[in-house]
Protein backbone atom coordinates (compact mmCIF):
# COMPACT_ATOMS: atom_id res chain seq x y z
CA UNK A 1 0.00 0.00 0.00
CA UNK A 2 1.46 3.20 -1.09
CA UNK A 3 1.72 5.78 1.70
CA UNK A 4 2.56 9.14 0.78
CA UNK A 5 3.13 13.08 2.81
CA UNK A 6 -0.40 15.21 1.93
CA UNK A 7 -0.94 18.35 4.03
CA UNK A 8 -2.96 21.12 4.37
CA UNK A 9 -3.10 24.87 3.55
CA UNK A 10 -6.09 27.31 4.27
CA UNK A 11 -6.48 31.54 2.97
CA UNK A 12 -4.75 32.60 6.43
CA UNK A 13 -1.29 30.01 5.70
CA UNK A 14 1.72 31.67 4.75
CA UNK A 15 3.88 30.19 1.69
CA UNK A 16 5.33 27.25 3.10
CA UNK A 17 2.89 26.52 6.04
CA UNK A 18 1.05 23.25 5.96
CA UNK A 19 -1.18 21.82 8.62
CA UNK A 20 -2.15 18.01 9.21
CA UNK A 21 0.84 16.59 7.48
CA UNK A 22 0.76 13.24 7.67
CA UNK A 23 1.48 9.78 5.46
CA UNK A 24 -1.77 8.51 3.94
CA UNK A 25 -3.02 6.23 1.37
CA UNK A 26 -5.00 6.84 -1.55
CA UNK A 27 -8.14 6.52 0.34
CA UNK A 28 -7.41 8.42 2.77
CA UNK A 29 -5.82 11.37 0.66
CA UNK A 30 -9.36 11.31 -1.35
CA UNK A 31 -11.46 11.71 2.09
CA UNK A 32 -8.93 14.32 3.24
CA UNK A 33 -10.07 16.32 -0.05
CA UNK A 34 -13.43 15.27 0.06
CA UNK A 35 -13.91 16.90 3.56
CA UNK A 36 -11.77 20.24 2.82
CA UNK A 37 -14.24 23.17 3.75
CA UNK A 38 -13.64 24.18 -0.18
CA UNK A 39 -16.72 26.28 -0.43
CA UNK A 40 -15.77 28.85 2.86
CA UNK A 41 -11.84 28.23 1.70
CA UNK A 42 -12.05 29.12 -1.82
CA UNK A 43 -14.72 32.29 -0.86
CA UNK A 44 -11.81 35.40 -2.08
CA UNK A 45 -9.32 33.32 -2.32
CA UNK A 46 -5.90 33.93 -4.34
CA UNK A 47 -5.34 31.63 -7.38
CA UNK A 48 -1.98 30.89 -7.04
CA UNK A 49 0.87 28.59 -5.79
CA UNK A 50 -0.27 29.18 -2.49
CA UNK A 51 -4.03 29.17 -1.82
CA UNK A 52 -6.24 26.80 0.17
CA UNK A 53 -5.20 23.18 -0.88
CA UNK A 54 -4.06 19.91 -0.45
CA UNK A 55 -0.74 19.02 -1.36
CA UNK A 56 0.44 15.53 -1.71
CA UNK A 57 4.37 14.71 -2.15
CA UNK A 58 5.99 12.10 -3.43
CA UNK A 59 9.37 10.81 -2.25
CA UNK A 60 11.18 10.67 -5.90
CA UNK A 61 10.80 14.47 -5.03
CA UNK A 62 7.77 15.59 -7.16
CA UNK A 63 4.83 17.09 -5.75
CA UNK A 64 0.65 17.77 -6.57
CA UNK A 65 -1.55 20.31 -5.12
CA UNK A 66 -4.74 20.69 -5.55
CA UNK A 67 -6.64 24.31 -4.99
CA UNK A 68 -9.14 26.25 -5.96
CA UNK A 69 -9.72 27.92 -9.67
CA UNK A 70 -12.36 30.36 -11.00
CA UNK A 71 -15.81 29.28 -11.00
CA UNK A 72 -16.04 26.38 -9.00
CA UNK A 73 -13.54 25.02 -10.69
CA UNK A 74 -10.09 23.34 -9.31
CA UNK A 75 -6.04 23.69 -10.14
CA UNK A 76 -3.55 21.26 -10.00
CA UNK A 77 -0.16 22.25 -9.80
CA UNK A 78 2.35 19.49 -10.17
CA UNK A 79 5.89 20.37 -9.28
CA UNK A 80 8.09 17.89 -11.60
CA UNK A 81 11.76 16.37 -10.85
CA UNK A 82 13.16 19.67 -12.85
CA UNK A 83 11.43 22.11 -10.12
CA UNK A 84 9.39 23.36 -12.89
CA UNK A 85 5.86 23.99 -11.99
CA UNK A 86 2.89 22.63 -14.55
CA UNK A 87 -1.12 23.61 -14.68
CA UNK A 88 -4.09 21.19 -15.11
CA UNK A 89 -7.61 22.69 -14.68
CA UNK A 90 -10.57 20.18 -13.54
CA UNK A 91 -13.57 21.22 -13.59
CA UNK A 92 -14.88 18.94 -10.54
CA UNK A 93 -13.40 17.66 -7.48
CA UNK A 94 -13.92 14.08 -9.11
CA UNK A 95 -11.85 15.02 -12.00
CA UNK A 96 -9.68 16.28 -9.83
CA UNK A 97 -8.92 13.16 -7.34
CA UNK A 98 -8.59 11.13 -10.90
CA UNK A 99 -5.53 12.92 -10.93
CA UNK A 100 -4.66 12.49 -7.57
CA UNK A 101 -5.32 8.61 -8.05
CA UNK A 102 -2.80 8.44 -11.24
CA UNK A 103 -0.17 10.35 -8.93
CA UNK A 104 -0.18 7.65 -6.46
CA UNK A 105 -0.73 4.78 -9.79
CA UNK A 106 2.46 6.50 -11.46
CA UNK A 107 4.94 7.00 -8.66
CA UNK A 108 4.56 10.50 -8.42
CA UNK A 109 4.96 11.14 -11.91
CA UNK A 110 2.03 13.03 -14.33
CA UNK A 111 2.00 14.24 -17.70
CA UNK A 112 -0.47 16.31 -19.73
CA UNK A 113 0.03 19.33 -17.80
CA UNK A 114 0.48 22.54 -19.70
CA UNK A 115 3.46 24.90 -18.55
CA UNK A 116 2.38 27.16 -15.64
CA UNK A 117 4.19 31.16 -15.61
CA UNK A 118 7.53 31.41 -14.34
CA UNK A 119 8.15 31.43 -10.79
CA UNK A 120 11.03 31.89 -8.68
CA UNK A 121 11.99 29.85 -5.88
CA UNK A 122 8.67 27.29 -6.93
CA UNK A 123 9.36 25.18 -4.77
CA UNK A 124 9.09 27.02 -1.18
CA UNK A 125 5.11 27.19 -2.62
CA UNK A 126 5.52 23.52 -1.85
CA UNK A 127 8.41 22.23 1.07
CA UNK A 128 7.25 23.17 4.58
CA UNK A 129 9.12 25.80 5.95
CA UNK A 130 9.93 25.77 9.55
CA UNK A 131 9.55 29.53 10.13
CA UNK A 132 12.25 29.78 13.07
CA UNK A 133 14.03 32.57 13.54
CA UNK A 134 17.43 32.87 15.26
CA UNK A 135 20.33 35.63 15.41
CA UNK A 136 22.11 34.04 12.57
CA UNK A 137 24.59 34.97 9.41
CA UNK A 138 21.11 35.87 7.59
CA UNK A 139 19.71 37.82 10.39
CA UNK A 140 22.37 39.86 10.96
CA UNK A 141 22.89 40.83 7.20
CA UNK A 142 19.42 41.82 6.58
CA UNK A 143 19.99 43.80 9.85
CA UNK A 144 22.42 45.71 7.83
CA UNK A 145 20.99 45.87 4.38
CA UNK A 146 20.95 49.27 3.68
CA UNK A 147 24.69 50.53 4.73
CA UNK A 148 25.37 47.43 2.67
CA UNK A 149 23.50 48.25 -0.26
CA UNK A 150 25.14 52.00 -0.14
CA UNK A 151 28.21 50.54 -0.17
CA UNK A 152 27.60 48.12 -2.77
CA UNK A 153 26.38 51.56 -5.05
CA UNK A 154 29.57 53.54 -4.26
CA UNK A 155 31.68 50.62 -4.88
CA UNK A 156 29.80 50.59 -8.39
CA UNK A 157 30.05 53.73 -9.00
CA UNK A 158 33.84 54.00 -8.16
CA UNK A 159 34.46 50.90 -10.70
CA UNK A 160 32.21 52.69 -13.73
CA UNK A 161 34.36 55.95 -12.75
CA UNK A 162 37.57 54.35 -12.94
CA UNK A 163 36.88 52.65 -16.42
CA UNK A 164 36.44 55.41 -17.49
CA UNK A 165 38.87 57.86 -16.32
CA UNK A 166 41.71 55.64 -14.91
CA UNK A 167 43.98 58.31 -14.39
CA UNK A 168 41.49 60.59 -11.73
CA UNK A 169 41.21 57.49 -9.68
CA UNK A 170 41.89 58.82 -6.16
CA UNK A 171 41.87 56.07 -3.09
CA UNK A 172 41.35 58.64 -0.60
CA UNK A 173 38.14 59.30 -2.03
CA UNK A 174 37.22 55.81 -1.28
CA UNK A 175 38.42 55.47 2.25
CA UNK A 176 36.66 58.88 3.03
CA UNK A 177 33.65 57.80 1.66
CA UNK A 178 33.64 54.29 3.59
CA UNK A 179 34.19 56.36 6.88
CA UNK A 180 31.19 58.96 5.95
CA UNK A 181 29.46 55.90 5.49
CA UNK A 182 30.60 54.00 8.89
CA UNK A 183 29.72 57.35 10.43
CA UNK A 184 25.92 57.96 9.06
CA UNK A 185 25.19 54.39 9.98
CA UNK A 186 26.96 54.30 13.65
CA UNK A 187 23.74 54.27 15.21
CA UNK A 188 22.81 51.40 13.56
CA UNK A 189 25.82 49.65 14.68
CA UNK A 190 25.17 50.56 18.47
CA UNK A 191 21.40 49.24 18.03
CA UNK A 192 23.02 45.79 16.68
CA UNK A 193 25.29 45.52 19.51
CA UNK A 194 22.06 46.56 21.98
CA UNK A 195 20.05 44.13 20.44
CA UNK A 196 22.55 41.33 20.19
CA UNK A 197 23.34 41.03 23.71
CA UNK A 198 19.74 40.93 24.60
CA UNK A 199 18.61 38.48 21.73
CA UNK A 200 22.03 36.48 20.71
CA UNK A 201 20.39 32.70 22.27
CA UNK A 202 17.14 33.27 21.81
CA UNK A 203 14.61 31.34 19.22
CA UNK A 204 11.37 31.79 18.52
CA UNK A 205 9.23 29.72 15.71
CA UNK A 206 5.91 30.93 14.39
CA UNK A 207 3.68 30.95 11.42
CA UNK A 208 0.61 33.06 10.52
CA UNK A 209 -1.68 29.78 10.12
CA UNK A 210 -0.81 28.52 13.87
CA UNK A 211 -2.74 29.43 17.16
CA UNK A 212 0.78 28.22 18.62
CA UNK A 213 4.07 29.21 18.64
CA UNK A 214 7.74 28.62 20.48
CA UNK A 215 10.05 31.33 22.55
CA UNK A 216 12.73 30.96 24.55
CA UNK A 217 16.29 30.40 24.32
CA UNK A 218 17.65 27.92 21.58
CA UNK A 219 18.04 25.01 24.53
CA UNK A 220 14.76 26.29 27.01
CA UNK A 221 11.47 26.98 24.84
CA UNK A 222 8.52 27.54 25.71
CA UNK A 223 4.79 26.70 23.89
CA UNK A 224 2.84 29.95 23.81
CA UNK A 225 -1.02 30.12 22.13
CA UNK A 226 -1.73 33.59 20.07
CA UNK A 227 -5.26 33.11 21.72
CA UNK A 228 -3.89 33.80 25.64
CA UNK A 229 -2.16 37.05 24.06
CA UNK A 230 -3.67 40.33 25.72
CA UNK A 231 -1.47 42.76 23.70
CA UNK A 232 1.25 43.31 21.12
CA UNK A 233 3.54 46.34 21.54
CA UNK A 234 6.01 47.95 19.03
CA UNK A 235 8.42 50.26 19.92
CA UNK A 236 10.03 52.23 17.29
CA UNK A 237 11.20 55.66 15.49
CA UNK A 238 7.44 55.46 13.13
CA UNK A 239 9.51 57.40 10.93
CA UNK A 240 10.35 56.10 7.76
CA UNK A 241 13.45 58.32 6.63
CA UNK A 242 15.04 57.98 9.98
CA UNK A 243 18.59 55.44 9.38
CA UNK A 244 17.08 53.45 12.14
CA UNK A 245 13.36 52.95 11.59
CA UNK A 246 13.71 48.94 11.19
CA UNK A 247 15.10 48.96 15.03
CA UNK A 248 12.17 48.21 16.85
CA UNK A 249 11.81 46.32 19.85
CA UNK A 250 8.50 44.41 20.36
CA UNK A 251 7.10 43.28 23.71
CA UNK A 252 3.71 40.35 24.03
CA UNK A 253 1.80 40.59 27.44
CA UNK A 254 -0.41 37.26 28.23
CA UNK A 255 -3.74 37.45 29.68
CA UNK A 256 -1.72 35.77 33.08
CA UNK A 257 0.18 38.49 33.08
CA UNK A 258 3.73 37.14 31.88
CA UNK A 259 5.57 39.19 29.12
CA UNK A 260 8.20 38.22 26.73
CA UNK A 261 10.50 40.76 24.85
CA UNK A 262 12.73 40.76 21.76
CA UNK A 263 13.97 42.88 18.71
CA UNK A 264 13.74 43.02 15.17
CA UNK A 265 17.36 41.70 15.09
CA UNK A 266 15.60 38.55 16.22
CA UNK A 267 13.36 38.76 13.67
CA UNK A 268 11.76 41.79 11.07
CA UNK A 269 8.62 43.61 12.23
CA UNK A 270 7.50 42.49 8.37
CA UNK A 271 8.01 38.61 9.08
CA UNK A 272 6.39 39.04 12.75
CA UNK A 273 3.57 41.36 12.60
CA UNK A 274 1.95 39.46 9.70
CA UNK A 275 2.09 36.20 11.90
CA UNK A 276 -1.23 37.81 13.59
CA UNK A 277 -4.63 38.38 12.64
CA UNK A 278 -6.56 38.57 15.70
CA UNK A 279 -4.43 40.14 18.11
CA UNK A 280 -4.25 43.92 19.40
CA UNK A 281 -1.06 45.34 18.26
CA UNK A 282 -0.53 49.16 19.50
CA UNK A 283 2.79 51.60 17.96
CA UNK A 284 4.70 53.25 19.89
CA UNK A 285 6.93 56.37 19.05
CA UNK A 286 10.35 55.74 20.78
CA UNK A 287 13.33 58.02 19.29
CA UNK A 288 15.98 55.55 20.73
CA UNK A 289 14.27 51.89 21.03
CA UNK A 290 17.10 50.55 22.67
CA UNK A 291 15.93 47.28 24.89
CA UNK A 292 16.40 49.13 27.90
CA UNK A 293 13.89 51.61 26.97
CA UNK A 294 11.47 49.42 26.60
Known sequence: ??????????????????????????????????????????SLASIELTCPSITIAHTNGTYLKLGPYFSGKFSLYY????????????????????????????????EGFEKYSFTINPLAHFKTNTFEYTVNSIAKLTFFKLPIIMVLLYVLMFCFAYFERPESFNSRVIVFVMLFILLLYSPLLYFFFNYLSADKDYYIQISRGHDEFVYGTIHHKKVYNKQDIAQINVYGVRNTKSLWSECEVFTITFKNGELIKFTSLLITSNKLLRKFHDQPITYHHLSFPKVSNV
Open 1 to 42: MTLLISKVQYKKSEKGEFHEVKARNLDDTISLILNYPWNTER
Open 79 to 110: LGTNKRVYLKIAKTIEDACVWIKAYFEQEGKL
